[in-house]
């Protein structure tokens, strides 16, 4: 057991018509949670960090975790940076030992976009470390930037982005976004766009990345236990697995793993005033992240048994 490419998860996903989830993690208990899960249901599972997670945890620190909790639940898993902005903290993640990386180079022009993923995909294929890229921009607020609008990806653009980069897969914009506040309105995501990416790139692995549900019984519960958190709305399931029978072969979650174990603590807490062990309140939250993940195998990605 230990860190896997996505190589063949994805091209199994593909044909298969699933997806195979990516969560982001900082700490040993979401790890746990998410592994349990994935073990549970004998799902591929992709485990990722962004920078600042990474920051957080330490690059060696997060690889010899992953490494260790991945041989001690019995289960294999790829470990990936989300977001990385740049050759520099791709190279820290490489050298610790991540088995996948993204270079997110969607908020510069198409030729410099196309540059800098091409610089990556150099490196991380010399190390034989897959990279996932990104075109089109998601609304609403990624580290220190941020959009307003959708910036829809053009399907023209992918296929020339993927011919000249060489990348592994791509991270597409069809209108979902980080974070839990992602629809004022109506949910809409752009099932034409995937389409028509998917017809012009056959077998390429898509990504879609700002794909939390926010579970609406979760919110509830944080409020109801002394949080504050309104107007919160994510991407409907259905949409979700539609997306995840076509070309979508990765969908991120964070959003909804850090709600439910937040709310997993608050009611612990509330209910047990005299507690104190953080295993008892941690691990509630991990039990609850559990929870999640296999849910998401069941009803979003369709990734259950895709170990075999
Ligand atoms: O895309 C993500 C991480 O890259 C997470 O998206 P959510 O905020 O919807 O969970
Ligand atoms: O896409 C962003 C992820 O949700 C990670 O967020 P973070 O930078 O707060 O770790
Ligand atoms: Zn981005
Ligand atoms: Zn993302």
């Known amino acids: 057991m230990g860190l896997i490419s996505t190589k063949e998860m994805f091209k199994k996903a593909y044909e298969g018509g699933y997806a195979i989830g990516a969560f982001n993690i900082s700490n040993l208990e979401q790890l746990q949670g998410v592994l349990k899960g994935a073990k549970a249901k004998n799902s591929y599972v992709m485990i990722q960090a962004s920078m600042s997670a990474v920051k957080y945890a330490g690059p060696h620190t997060l690889v ?116 839990a506040f992602k629809f004022k309105g109506e949910a809409n995501l752009r099932f034409d766009i995937l389409e028509e990416i998917q017809n012009k790139l056959p077998d390429f692995p898509i990504v879609l990345h700002g794909a939390s549900a926010v579970d609406q019984d979760t919110i509830a519960t944080c409020n109801e236990f002394g949080g504050n958190i309104a107007g919160a709305k994510g991407i409907p399931v259905d949409m979700l697995r539609k997306a995840s029978s076509m070309a979508v072969c990765k969908i991120n979650m964070d959003t909804d793993l850090r709600l439910a174990m937040t709310a997993a603590i608050r009611k612990f807490f509330a209910e047990n005033p005299k507690e104190f062990d953080p295993r008892k309140y941690i691990g509630a939250g991990r039990d609850a992240i559990q929870a999640v993940v296999e849910s998401k195998i069941d009803v979003v990605l369709g990734s259950a048994n895709s170990i075999n």
């Open 64 to 179: 010899e975790m992953v490494k260790a909790a991945s041989e001690e639940i019995g289960i294999d898993v790829a470990l990936h940076l989300d977001h990385g902005p740049n050759l520099e903290a791709v190279k820290t993640c490489i050298d610790a030992g991540f088995s996948s990386v993204m270079i997110d180079g969607s908020h510069y022009d198409f030729e410099e976009n196309v540059n800098i993923t091409k610089e990556v995909v150099d490196y991380a294929h010399s190390k034989g470390v897959v990279v996932e890229a990104e075109l089109g921009v998601l609304a609403g607020v990624e580290d220190e930037v941020s959009s307003d609008v959708h910036k829809y990806t053009k399907p023209a653009e992918a296929v020339e982005f993927v011919n000249r980069t060489g990348v592994d897969s791509l991270a597409i914009a069809i209108g979902t976004s980080h974070g």
